[in-house]
Protein backbone atom coordinates (compact mmCIF):
# COMPACT_ATOMS: atom_id res chain seq x y z
CA UNK A 1 0.00 0.00 0.00
CA UNK A 2 1.34 3.68 -1.31
CA UNK A 3 1.01 6.64 0.84
CA UNK A 4 -0.95 9.20 -1.53
CA UNK A 5 -0.02 12.11 0.10
CA UNK A 6 4.06 11.87 0.98
CA UNK A 7 4.43 15.34 1.43
CA UNK A 8 1.76 16.94 2.96
CA UNK A 9 3.57 17.42 6.38
CA UNK A 10 6.42 16.02 8.37
CA UNK A 11 3.46 13.48 9.74
CA UNK A 12 2.94 12.14 5.90
CA UNK A 13 6.57 12.05 5.40
CA UNK A 14 6.99 9.90 8.42
CA UNK A 15 4.05 7.43 7.82
CA UNK A 16 5.18 7.15 4.40
CA UNK A 17 8.38 5.75 5.67
CA UNK A 18 6.43 3.57 8.25
CA UNK A 19 3.64 2.39 5.90
CA UNK A 20 6.55 1.59 3.08
CA UNK A 21 8.60 -0.38 5.75
CA UNK A 22 5.92 -2.34 7.09
CA UNK A 23 4.54 -3.63 3.81
CA UNK A 24 7.89 -4.07 1.94
CA UNK A 25 9.55 -5.48 4.99
CA UNK A 26 7.63 -5.95 8.45
CA UNK A 27 4.92 -7.91 6.52
CA UNK A 28 7.17 -10.40 4.33
CA UNK A 29 8.09 -12.79 7.19
CA UNK A 30 3.66 -12.82 7.96
CA UNK A 31 3.71 -13.37 4.33
CA UNK A 32 6.22 -16.23 3.80
CA UNK A 33 4.19 -18.08 6.07
CA UNK A 34 0.90 -17.12 4.98
CA UNK A 35 0.04 -15.32 8.34
CA UNK A 36 -0.40 -11.67 8.11
CA UNK A 37 -1.79 -10.75 11.55
CA UNK A 38 -3.95 -8.17 10.26
CA UNK A 39 -5.09 -6.84 6.69
CA UNK A 40 -6.25 -3.65 6.46
CA UNK A 41 -9.99 -3.35 6.58
CA UNK A 42 -10.69 -1.57 3.39
CA UNK A 43 -8.34 -3.89 1.17
CA UNK A 44 -9.46 -6.95 2.64
CA UNK A 45 -10.62 -10.09 0.51
CA UNK A 46 -12.19 -12.93 2.25
CA UNK A 47 -14.18 -16.36 1.45
CA UNK A 48 -17.95 -14.66 1.52
CA UNK A 49 -18.65 -18.31 3.49
CA UNK A 50 -16.25 -17.30 5.81
CA UNK A 51 -17.24 -14.01 6.34
CA UNK A 52 -20.60 -15.59 7.25
CA UNK A 53 -19.18 -18.03 9.54
CA UNK A 54 -17.18 -15.37 11.15
CA UNK A 55 -19.34 -12.56 11.20
CA UNK A 56 -21.66 -13.30 14.40
CA UNK A 57 -18.40 -13.41 16.70
CA UNK A 58 -17.03 -10.12 15.16
CA UNK A 59 -21.00 -8.42 15.82
CA UNK A 60 -20.73 -9.92 19.77
CA UNK A 61 -17.40 -8.79 20.67
CA UNK A 62 -17.95 -6.65 23.50
CA UNK A 63 -15.02 -5.35 26.61
CA UNK A 64 -16.46 -6.70 29.78
CA UNK A 65 -20.00 -6.34 28.04
CA UNK A 66 -19.71 -3.09 26.11
CA UNK A 67 -19.71 -3.20 22.80
CA UNK A 68 -16.33 -2.98 20.70
CA UNK A 69 -16.99 -1.74 17.31
CA UNK A 70 -12.95 -0.74 16.50
CA UNK A 71 -10.17 -3.28 15.04
CA UNK A 72 -12.78 -5.49 12.80
CA UNK A 73 -10.14 -5.87 10.27
CA UNK A 74 -7.70 -7.26 13.08
CA UNK A 75 -10.22 -9.66 14.68
CA UNK A 76 -11.11 -10.94 11.58
CA UNK A 77 -7.42 -11.40 10.13
CA UNK A 78 -7.15 -13.28 13.56
CA UNK A 79 -10.29 -15.53 13.33
CA UNK A 80 -9.76 -16.25 9.63
CA UNK A 81 -6.23 -17.77 10.82
CA UNK A 82 -8.00 -19.50 13.58
CA UNK A 83 -9.61 -21.38 11.40
CA UNK A 84 -7.20 -22.59 9.35
CA UNK A 85 -7.06 -20.43 6.61
CA UNK A 86 -3.73 -18.47 5.45
CA UNK A 87 -3.59 -14.67 4.75
CA UNK A 88 -1.32 -13.14 2.75
CA UNK A 89 -1.03 -9.99 0.88
CA UNK A 90 -0.38 -9.36 -2.50
CA UNK A 91 2.36 -6.50 -2.83
CA UNK A 92 2.20 -6.77 -6.93
CA UNK A 93 -1.35 -4.69 -5.89
CA UNK A 94 -0.30 -1.34 -5.48
CA UNK A 95 -3.62 0.44 -3.61
CA UNK A 96 -2.74 4.04 -2.29
CA UNK A 97 -4.21 5.46 1.02
CA UNK A 98 -4.17 9.15 2.15
CA UNK A 99 -2.78 9.28 6.00
CA UNK A 100 -3.52 11.82 8.24
CA UNK A 101 -1.51 15.12 7.91
CA UNK A 102 -2.27 16.32 10.73
CA UNK A 103 -1.44 15.48 14.46
CA UNK A 104 -4.51 15.00 15.84
CA UNK A 105 -6.15 12.99 13.15
CA UNK A 106 -3.03 10.72 13.50
CA UNK A 107 -3.27 10.82 17.17
CA UNK A 108 -6.52 9.46 17.10
CA UNK A 109 -6.42 6.78 14.70
CA UNK A 110 -3.44 5.44 15.99
CA UNK A 111 -5.18 4.94 19.79
CA UNK A 112 -7.29 3.10 17.45
CA UNK A 113 -5.07 1.12 16.18
CA UNK A 114 -3.33 0.83 19.66
CA UNK A 115 -6.42 -0.50 21.15
CA UNK A 116 -7.20 -2.92 18.47
CA UNK A 117 -3.92 -4.28 18.91
CA UNK A 118 -3.99 -4.45 23.00
CA UNK A 119 -7.63 -6.01 22.70
CA UNK A 120 -6.32 -8.74 20.29
CA UNK A 121 -3.04 -9.49 22.40
CA UNK A 122 -5.85 -10.06 25.32
CA UNK A 123 -7.56 -12.51 23.10
CA UNK A 124 -4.75 -14.07 21.90
CA UNK A 125 -3.08 -14.66 25.88
CA UNK A 126 -6.71 -16.08 26.56
CA UNK A 127 -7.42 -18.33 23.90
CA UNK A 128 -3.42 -19.15 23.85
CA UNK A 129 -3.84 -22.83 23.93
CA UNK A 130 -5.83 -22.50 20.76
CA UNK A 131 -3.12 -20.98 19.08
CA UNK A 132 -0.14 -23.18 19.91
CA UNK A 133 -1.96 -26.06 18.24
CA UNK A 134 -3.24 -24.58 15.28
CA UNK A 135 -1.37 -21.96 14.33
CA UNK A 136 1.95 -21.75 12.63
CA UNK A 137 5.12 -20.55 15.48
CA UNK A 138 5.78 -17.16 13.06
CA UNK A 139 1.83 -16.45 13.56
CA UNK A 140 2.06 -16.55 17.04
CA UNK A 141 5.18 -14.76 17.80
CA UNK A 142 3.95 -11.89 15.51
CA UNK A 143 0.50 -11.86 17.44
CA UNK A 144 2.32 -11.78 20.88
CA UNK A 145 5.44 -9.59 19.72
CA UNK A 146 3.81 -6.69 18.57
CA UNK A 147 1.18 -6.12 21.17
CA UNK A 148 3.94 -6.64 23.60
CA UNK A 149 6.27 -4.50 22.02
CA UNK A 150 4.00 -1.47 22.45
CA UNK A 151 4.38 -2.29 26.54
CA UNK A 152 7.79 -2.31 26.68
CA UNK A 153 8.51 0.46 24.61
CA UNK A 154 6.07 2.41 26.90
CA UNK A 155 8.20 0.95 30.15
CA UNK A 156 11.99 1.66 28.02
CA UNK A 157 10.99 4.93 27.64
CA UNK A 158 9.71 5.22 31.50
CA UNK A 159 12.81 3.38 32.45
CA UNK A 160 14.75 5.50 29.72
CA UNK A 161 13.39 8.88 31.04
CA UNK A 162 13.59 7.74 35.03
CA UNK A 163 17.31 7.00 35.10
CA UNK A 164 18.57 9.87 32.09
CA UNK A 165 16.31 12.19 31.86
CA UNK A 166 17.78 13.52 28.95
CA UNK A 167 18.42 10.49 27.07
CA UNK A 168 16.12 11.63 24.73
CA UNK A 169 17.82 14.87 24.19
CA UNK A 170 20.72 13.16 23.10
CA UNK A 171 22.46 12.93 19.45
CA UNK A 172 22.37 9.29 19.47
CA UNK A 173 18.46 8.62 18.66
CA UNK A 174 17.97 11.27 15.95
CA UNK A 175 21.24 10.71 13.84
CA UNK A 176 19.93 6.83 14.08
CA UNK A 177 16.57 8.28 13.26
CA UNK A 178 18.18 9.88 9.76
CA UNK A 179 20.32 7.35 9.32
CA UNK A 180 17.64 5.29 9.00
CA UNK A 181 15.20 7.42 7.38
CA UNK A 182 17.73 8.38 5.13
CA UNK A 183 18.48 4.71 3.75
CA UNK A 184 14.12 4.17 3.91
CA UNK A 185 13.70 7.17 1.77
CA UNK A 186 16.30 6.41 -0.35
CA UNK A 187 14.51 2.63 -1.13
CA UNK A 188 11.48 4.46 -1.76
CA UNK A 189 12.71 6.83 -4.13
CA UNK A 190 14.24 4.29 -6.01
CA UNK A 191 11.37 1.40 -5.79
CA UNK A 192 8.17 3.56 -5.33
CA UNK A 193 9.09 6.72 -6.80
CA UNK A 194 5.07 7.78 -7.10
CA UNK A 195 5.74 8.69 -2.95
CA UNK A 196 9.34 9.91 -2.88
CA UNK A 197 9.94 11.76 0.75
CA UNK A 198 10.90 15.59 -0.63
CA UNK A 199 12.79 16.02 2.71
CA UNK A 200 14.45 12.65 4.22
CA UNK A 201 15.41 14.52 7.27
CA UNK A 202 11.70 14.76 8.51
CA UNK A 203 12.43 11.41 9.56
CA UNK A 204 14.19 12.89 12.37
CA UNK A 205 10.80 14.18 13.84
CA UNK A 206 10.39 10.35 14.86
CA UNK A 207 12.17 10.62 17.43
CA UNK A 208 9.48 12.67 19.14
CA UNK A 209 6.46 10.81 17.64
CA UNK A 210 7.77 7.39 19.18
CA UNK A 211 8.31 9.13 22.43
CA UNK A 212 5.02 10.28 22.18
CA UNK A 213 3.72 7.08 20.91
CA UNK A 214 5.03 4.95 23.96
CA UNK A 215 3.87 7.67 26.63
CA UNK A 216 0.21 8.30 26.11
CA UNK A 217 -0.99 6.07 23.34
CA UNK A 218 -0.58 2.99 24.91
CA UNK A 219 -1.32 3.90 28.90
CA UNK A 220 -4.21 5.42 26.80
CA UNK A 221 -5.39 2.51 24.87
CA UNK A 222 -4.95 0.15 27.86
CA UNK A 223 -6.99 3.02 29.91
CA UNK A 224 -9.86 3.57 27.29
CA UNK A 225 -10.47 0.04 25.99
CA UNK A 226 -13.95 0.66 27.39
CA UNK A 227 -14.54 2.97 24.61
CA UNK A 228 -16.11 2.93 21.61
CA UNK A 229 -15.48 6.21 19.72
CA UNK A 230 -13.28 5.81 16.24
CA UNK A 231 -12.44 9.50 16.94
CA UNK A 232 -11.55 10.13 13.35
CA UNK A 233 -14.94 8.83 12.16
CA UNK A 234 -18.46 7.79 13.48
CA UNK A 235 -20.04 4.65 12.77
CA UNK A 236 -23.71 4.61 12.14
CA UNK A 237 -26.43 2.32 10.54
CA UNK A 238 -24.74 -0.80 10.82
CA UNK A 239 -26.57 -3.39 9.01
CA UNK A 240 -28.44 -6.04 10.41
CA UNK A 241 -26.85 -9.74 10.88
CA UNK A 242 -27.28 -11.89 8.03
CA UNK A 243 -27.99 -8.69 5.88
CA UNK A 244 -26.15 -9.29 2.72
CA UNK A 245 -28.32 -6.74 0.59
CA UNK A 246 -26.74 -3.24 0.69
CA UNK B 1 -27.74 -3.58 14.39
CA UNK B 2 -25.65 -4.85 17.17
CA UNK B 3 -27.77 -6.94 19.88
CA UNK B 4 -26.57 -4.82 23.39
CA UNK B 5 -24.50 -7.15 24.77
CA UNK B 6 -26.51 -8.03 28.62
CA UNK B 7 -23.61 -7.40 30.88
CA UNK B 8 -23.59 -9.11 34.08
CA UNK B 9 -23.31 -7.43 37.42
CA UNK B 10 -19.55 -9.27 37.57
CA UNK B 11 -18.80 -7.41 34.02
CA UNK B 12 -20.25 -3.92 35.81
CA UNK B 13 -18.34 -4.13 38.63
CA UNK B 14 -14.90 -4.93 36.68
CA UNK B 15 -15.61 -2.41 34.50
CA UNK B 16 -16.44 0.21 37.40
CA UNK B 17 -12.75 -0.93 39.32
CA UNK B 18 -11.41 -0.29 35.57
CA UNK B 19 -12.68 2.99 34.39
CA UNK B 20 -11.52 3.82 38.25
CA UNK B 21 -8.30 2.04 37.67
CA UNK B 22 -7.76 3.97 34.51
CA UNK B 23 -8.86 6.91 35.53
CA UNK B 24 -6.43 7.38 38.01
CA UNK B 25 -3.25 5.89 35.83
CA UNK B 26 -4.01 8.31 33.19
CA UNK B 27 -4.37 11.57 35.90
CA UNK B 28 -1.03 9.42 37.45
CA UNK B 29 0.76 10.11 33.89
CA UNK B 30 -0.66 13.06 33.78
CA UNK B 31 1.00 14.00 36.56
CA UNK B 32 4.20 12.02 36.00
CA UNK B 33 4.81 13.90 32.55
CA UNK B 34 3.86 17.68 34.44
CA UNK B 35 6.26 17.19 36.63
CA UNK B 36 9.08 15.67 34.59
CA UNK B 37 8.92 18.95 32.71
CA UNK B 38 8.64 20.67 36.05
CA UNK B 39 11.26 19.07 37.38
CA UNK B 40 13.81 19.33 34.43
CA UNK B 41 12.60 23.65 33.82
CA UNK B 42 13.05 23.76 37.56
CA UNK B 43 16.75 22.36 37.67
CA UNK B 44 17.50 24.44 34.16
CA UNK B 45 17.33 27.36 36.30
CA UNK B 46 17.65 27.12 39.30
CA UNK B 47 21.25 28.38 40.71
CA UNK B 48 21.31 27.08 44.74
CA UNK B 49 20.90 23.45 44.39
CA UNK B 50 23.78 20.96 46.14
CA UNK B 51 24.75 17.14 45.44
CA UNK B 52 25.25 15.92 48.61
CA UNK B 53 28.44 12.85 48.52
CA UNK B 54 30.06 10.41 50.86
CA UNK B 55 33.25 10.02 51.13
CA UNK B 56 34.40 6.99 52.31
CA UNK B 57 37.94 6.43 53.73
CA UNK B 58 37.96 3.08 51.67
CA UNK B 59 37.23 5.45 48.53
CA UNK B 60 40.13 4.85 45.84
CA UNK B 61 40.81 8.76 45.81
CA UNK B 62 40.67 8.78 49.40
CA UNK B 63 43.06 5.95 49.71
CA UNK B 64 45.22 7.24 46.74
CA UNK B 65 45.17 10.45 48.42
CA UNK B 66 46.29 8.82 51.69
CA UNK B 67 48.50 7.16 50.26
CA UNK B 68 50.74 9.75 48.46
CA UNK B 69 50.96 12.21 51.87
CA UNK B 70 52.29 9.04 53.63
CA UNK B 71 54.70 8.72 50.75
CA UNK B 72 55.72 12.65 50.60
CA UNK B 73 55.50 12.42 54.27
CA UNK B 74 58.76 9.53 54.45
CA UNK B 75 60.47 11.65 51.26
CA UNK B 76 60.81 14.11 53.73
CA UNK B 77 62.17 12.45 56.63
CA UNK B 78 64.50 10.45 54.03
CA UNK B 79 65.68 14.04 52.79
CA UNK B 80 66.12 14.89 56.07
CA UNK B 81 68.39 12.36 56.97
CA UNK B 82 70.21 13.20 53.47
CA UNK B 83 70.11 16.43 54.17
CA UNK B 84 72.14 15.96 57.91
CA UNK B 85 74.55 13.30 56.10
CA UNK B 86 75.65 16.06 53.92
CA UNK B 87 75.95 18.51 56.50
CA UNK B 88 78.74 16.16 58.57
CA UNK B 89 80.33 15.14 55.71
CA UNK B 90 80.66 18.83 54.59
CA UNK B 91 82.10 19.42 58.24
CA UNK B 92 84.15 16.77 57.45
CA UNK B 93 85.55 18.10 53.96
CA UNK B 94 85.83 21.18 55.14
CA UNK B 95 88.42 20.33 58.24
CA UNK B 96 90.19 18.27 56.12
CA UNK B 97 90.40 21.32 53.21
CA UNK B 98 91.92 23.35 56.21
CA UNK B 99 94.37 20.86 57.19
CA UNK B 100 95.46 20.52 53.51
CA UNK B 101 95.16 24.37 53.23
CA UNK B 102 97.66 24.79 56.09
CA UNK B 103 100.50 22.04 55.36
CA UNK B 104 100.67 23.09 51.81
CA UNK B 105 102.62 26.55 52.66
CA UNK B 106 104.95 24.45 54.74
CA UNK B 107 105.71 22.26 51.91
CA UNK B 108 106.46 25.29 49.48
CA UNK B 109 108.84 26.64 52.04
CA UNK B 110 110.75 23.63 52.33
CA UNK B 111 111.10 23.04 48.64
CA UNK B 112 112.30 26.11 48.33
CA UNK B 113 114.82 26.24 50.86
CA UNK B 114 116.01 23.06 49.98
CA UNK B 115 116.43 23.92 46.62
CA UNK B 116 118.66 26.48 48.20
CA UNK B 117 120.41 24.84 49.86
CA UNK B 118 121.56 22.80 46.91
CA UNK B 119 122.09 25.71 44.93
CA UNK B 120 124.62 26.48 47.35
CA UNK B 121 126.09 23.30 48.79
CA UNK B 122 125.67 21.65 45.06
CA UNK B 123 128.67 23.23 43.19
CA UNK B 124 130.76 23.50 46.42
CA UNK B 125 130.24 19.87 46.58
CA UNK B 126 131.04 19.25 42.55
CA UNK B 127 134.19 20.93 44.17
CA UNK B 128 135.39 18.85 46.84
CA UNK B 129 134.28 15.51 44.76
CA UNK B 130 136.63 16.80 41.88
CA UNK B 131 139.24 17.55 44.48
CA UNK B 132 138.47 13.94 45.61
CA UNK B 133 139.00 12.58 42.13
CA UNK B 134 141.96 14.15 42.37
CA UNK B 135 143.68 12.80 45.29
CA UNK B 136 142.30 9.28 44.54
CA UNK B 137 144.47 9.64 41.58
CA UNK B 138 147.21 10.61 43.23
CA UNK B 139 146.55 7.82 45.85
CA UNK B 140 146.17 5.19 42.91
CA UNK B 141 149.90 6.72 41.68
CA UNK B 142 151.01 5.82 45.02
CA UNK B 143 149.84 2.40 45.53
CA UNK B 144 150.93 1.87 41.93
CA UNK B 145 154.23 1.66 43.62
CA UNK B 146 153.51 -0.36 46.64
CA UNK B 147 153.15 -3.59 44.41
CA UNK B 148 157.16 -3.39 44.09
CA UNK B 149 157.30 -2.36 48.21
CA UNK B 150 155.14 -5.36 48.59
CA UNK B 151 157.68 -7.46 46.28
CA UNK B 152 160.76 -6.35 48.43
CA UNK B 153 158.92 -7.46 51.43
CA UNK B 154 158.84 -10.42 50.42
CA UNK B 155 162.29 -10.77 48.99
CA UNK B 156 163.64 -9.49 52.40
CA UNK B 157 161.49 -12.29 54.35
CA UNK B 158 162.57 -14.52 52.40
CA UNK B 159 166.75 -13.48 52.67
CA UNK B 160 165.68 -13.04 56.54
CA UNK B 161 167.00 -9.37 56.37
CA UNK B 162 163.60 -8.76 57.99
CA UNK B 163 161.84 -10.59 60.43
CA UNK B 164 158.28 -12.26 59.71
CA UNK B 165 156.87 -9.96 62.25
CA UNK B 166 158.36 -7.26 60.89
CA UNK B 167 156.96 -8.46 56.98
CA UNK B 168 153.52 -8.60 58.48
CA UNK B 169 153.39 -5.07 59.84
CA UNK B 170 154.05 -3.69 56.97
CA UNK B 171 152.17 -5.65 54.52
CA UNK B 172 149.50 -4.77 57.08
CA UNK B 173 150.08 -1.16 56.61
CA UNK B 174 149.93 -1.83 52.94
CA UNK B 175 146.72 -3.35 53.01
CA UNK B 176 145.47 -0.63 55.03
CA UNK B 177 146.59 1.71 52.86
CA UNK B 178 145.03 -0.11 50.35
CA UNK B 179 142.03 -0.32 52.34
CA UNK B 180 141.79 3.42 52.94
CA UNK B 181 142.30 3.99 48.80
CA UNK B 182 139.20 2.15 48.40
CA UNK B 183 136.87 3.61 51.17
CA UNK B 184 138.01 7.20 49.07
CA UNK B 185 137.07 5.40 46.17
CA UNK B 186 133.48 4.72 47.66
CA UNK B 187 133.61 8.25 49.35
CA UNK B 188 134.00 9.82 45.66
CA UNK B 189 131.58 7.91 44.19
CA UNK B 190 128.95 8.99 46.82
CA UNK B 191 130.00 12.23 46.39
CA UNK B 192 129.14 12.37 42.81
CA UNK B 193 125.89 10.72 43.96
CA UNK B 194 125.34 13.68 46.14
CA UNK B 195 126.50 16.96 43.83
CA UNK B 196 124.33 14.69 41.13
CA UNK B 197 120.93 14.87 43.74
CA UNK B 198 122.07 18.67 44.36
CA UNK B 199 122.76 19.79 41.07
CA UNK B 200 119.86 17.77 38.87
CA UNK B 201 116.31 17.51 39.44
CA UNK B 202 116.14 14.38 40.67
CA UNK B 203 113.29 11.73 41.20
CA UNK B 204 112.97 12.63 44.98
CA UNK B 205 112.75 16.15 44.02
CA UNK B 206 110.66 15.01 41.18
CA UNK B 207 108.69 12.52 43.96
CA UNK B 208 107.87 15.95 46.48
CA UNK B 209 106.96 17.86 43.38
CA UNK B 210 104.33 15.22 42.80
CA UNK B 211 103.26 15.16 46.24
CA UNK B 212 103.09 19.18 46.49
CA UNK B 213 100.54 18.52 42.80
CA UNK B 214 98.56 15.91 44.98
CA UNK B 215 97.64 17.86 47.60
CA UNK B 216 96.72 20.79 45.96
CA UNK B 217 94.61 18.58 43.39
CA UNK B 218 92.71 17.76 46.72
CA UNK B 219 91.90 20.78 47.65
CA UNK B 220 90.69 21.55 44.91
CA UNK B 221 88.32 18.46 44.60
CA UNK B 222 87.07 19.31 48.22
CA UNK B 223 86.28 22.48 46.82
CA UNK B 224 84.32 21.07 44.14
CA UNK B 225 82.86 18.31 46.59
CA UNK B 226 81.76 20.86 48.95
CA UNK B 227 80.13 23.37 46.43
CA UNK B 228 78.05 19.99 45.00
CA UNK B 229 77.32 19.18 48.24
CA UNK B 230 75.88 22.98 49.37
CA UNK B 231 74.23 22.60 46.30
CA UNK B 232 72.53 19.57 47.18
CA UNK B 233 71.83 20.74 50.69
CA UNK B 234 70.17 23.96 49.24
CA UNK B 235 67.84 21.76 46.77
CA UNK B 236 66.76 19.36 49.27
CA UNK B 237 66.39 21.50 51.97
CA UNK B 238 64.10 23.48 49.14
CA UNK B 239 62.53 20.35 48.22
CA UNK B 240 61.64 19.55 51.98
CA UNK B 241 59.98 23.43 52.21
CA UNK B 242 57.82 22.68 48.98
CA UNK B 243 56.63 19.04 50.51
CA UNK B 244 56.16 20.97 53.48
CA UNK B 245 53.68 23.19 51.79
CA UNK B 246 52.22 20.71 49.70
CA UNK B 247 51.46 18.98 52.47
CA UNK B 248 49.73 21.72 54.11
CA UNK B 249 47.97 22.77 51.00
CA UNK B 250 47.15 19.11 50.78
CA UNK B 251 45.27 19.07 54.30
CA UNK B 252 42.92 21.32 53.09
CA UNK B 253 41.65 18.85 50.63
CA UNK B 254 38.04 16.88 51.58
CA UNK B 255 39.87 13.50 50.86
CA UNK B 256 42.63 14.55 53.66
CA UNK B 257 39.79 15.46 55.84
CA UNK B 258 37.96 12.31 55.02
CA UNK B 259 40.61 10.22 55.68
CA UNK B 260 42.50 11.59 58.83
CA UNK B 261 38.83 12.50 60.79
CA UNK B 262 37.71 10.03 63.35
CA UNK B 263 33.93 11.44 62.86
CA UNK B 264 32.07 11.10 59.77
CA UNK B 265 32.08 14.37 57.51
CA UNK B 266 29.61 15.35 55.21
CA UNK B 267 30.13 16.83 51.69
CA UNK B 268 27.99 18.12 48.69
CA UNK B 269 29.13 18.74 45.44
CA UNK B 270 28.28 22.15 43.81
CA UNK B 271 28.43 23.21 39.77
CA UNK B 272 30.27 26.31 39.21
CA UNK B 273 26.86 27.92 37.80
CA UNK B 274 25.79 27.93 41.54
CA UNK B 275 28.92 28.99 43.22
CA UNK B 276 27.04 32.35 44.09
CA UNK B 277 24.77 30.35 46.52
CA UNK B 278 27.75 28.36 48.49
CA UNK B 279 28.54 30.78 51.00
CA UNK B 280 30.10 29.31 54.28
CA UNK B 281 27.29 29.85 57.12
CA UNK B 282 24.62 29.38 54.88
CA UNK B 283 21.84 27.37 55.87
CA UNK B 284 21.36 24.40 53.96
CA UNK B 285 17.43 22.79 53.16
CA UNK B 286 16.91 19.51 52.17
CA UNK B 287 13.28 18.33 50.71
CA UNK B 288 10.92 15.36 50.77
CA UNK B 289 9.70 15.95 47.29
CA UNK B 290 12.78 17.17 45.59
CA UNK B 291 11.90 20.53 46.17
CA UNK B 292 8.85 20.91 47.96
CA UNK B 293 8.38 20.55 51.73
CA UNK B 294 11.82 21.68 52.37
CA UNK B 295 13.13 21.70 55.89
CA UNK B 296 16.69 22.93 57.45
CA UNK B 297 18.92 20.13 57.87
CA UNK B 298 22.23 22.17 58.38
CA UNK B 299 25.22 24.51 57.25
CA UNK B 300 27.82 25.21 54.75
CA UNK B 301 30.84 24.81 57.09
CA UNK B 302 33.87 25.08 54.33
CA UNK B 303 34.68 25.50 50.70
CA UNK B 304 37.31 23.57 49.33
CA UNK B 305 39.41 25.35 45.87
CA UNK B 306 40.10 22.32 43.86
CA UNK B 307 37.70 21.76 40.70
CA UNK B 308 36.09 18.33 40.66
CA UNK B 309 33.53 16.81 38.06
CA UNK B 310 30.85 14.69 39.08
CA UNK B 311 27.44 13.96 37.33
CA UNK B 312 24.67 16.37 36.92
CA UNK B 313 22.12 14.32 39.57
CA UNK B 314 19.15 14.99 37.28
CA UNK B 315 20.40 15.83 34.01
CA UNK B 316 22.90 12.68 34.28
CA UNK B 317 25.33 15.26 32.56
CA UNK B 318 29.13 15.62 33.50
CA UNK B 319 29.95 18.92 35.13
CA UNK B 320 32.48 20.64 36.82
CA UNK B 321 32.82 22.33 40.27
CA UNK B 322 33.94 22.31 43.87
CA UNK B 323 33.08 20.01 47.16
CA UNK B 324 32.15 21.67 50.38
CA UNK B 325 32.00 20.44 53.81
CA UNK B 326 28.47 20.72 55.14
CA UNK B 327 27.72 20.53 59.35
CA UNK B 328 24.05 18.56 58.83
CA UNK B 329 21.90 18.37 61.82
CA UNK B 330 20.21 15.26 60.06
CA UNK B 331 22.62 12.78 58.80
CA UNK B 332 20.15 11.00 56.38
CA UNK B 333 20.29 14.23 54.01
CA UNK B 334 23.84 12.85 53.08
CA UNK B 335 21.76 10.56 50.82
CA UNK B 336 19.43 13.05 49.34
CA UNK B 337 20.08 13.73 45.29
CA UNK B 338 20.04 17.50 45.95
CA UNK B 339 20.13 19.62 49.03
CA UNK B 340 19.48 23.39 48.64
CA UNK B 341 21.56 26.27 49.79
CA UNK B 342 20.73 29.70 51.09
CA UNK B 343 16.89 29.74 51.23
CA UNK B 344 13.82 27.11 50.19
CA UNK B 345 14.23 27.07 46.16
CA UNK B 346 10.06 26.84 46.27
CA UNK B 347 8.04 28.98 48.97
CA UNK B 348 7.66 25.56 51.10
Same mark, same amino acid.
Given at each position: ??????????????? &????????????? +??? @??????????????????????????????? @??????????????????????? #????????????????????????????????????????????????????????? =???? +?????? #? =???????? &??????????????????????? &??????????????? +???? #??????? =???????? +????????????? &??????????????? | ????????????????????????????? *????????????????????????????????????????????????????????????????????????????????????????????????????????????????????????????????????????????????????????????????????????????????????????? *??????????????????????????????????????????????????????????????????????????????????????????????????????????????????????????????????????
Amino acid at each position: MGVRNPNDSVITAIQ &TVIYYSAFQLYKI +PEN @WTRSICCISGCLFAIRRELLLEIEPAIRARN @WFGIPVNQGEDRFLTHQTLLRGY #GTYINNDALCWTTVPNTLPVLFKQQLRWRRSIVRDFFFTVRTLPQHVWKLHPNTIFT =LVLT +PLGAVV #G =LLVVVTML &TSDPLAWAGPAPLITALGVGAVL &TWVIKKYSAKETVTH +PLAF #GAYVAWS =LVSSLFLT +PLALCTMDSADWG &TRTKRHEVPLGNTNR | MNAPVKQSLHYKLVITLYRVFAVTVLYLV *LAGIISYAFVMGFYAVNSSWAAPMILSAADEKSLDFRQKLVTSQQTIEDLKVDTKKLDSGMAEMKKHRAALLALEPELQRAIVREQTHNRTTGPELATLDRQKQADNLKTQKVLAQLKEVESNITKDLASGLITQGDAATQLAALNQAKGAYTDSKIAEVLLTDSVLDKTTTGTNSLDVLVKQAE *LRSEVAQLDVALNVAEKQLQEESQQIDRLRQAIQTAKQSPYYLNASGEKTLYFAFIAYDNQASAVAGSPIYDCYLNMVACRKVGTLKQIFAGEETAIHPIFKTQIRGFLVQMNLDHAESAKSKTVFLGRKPVLF
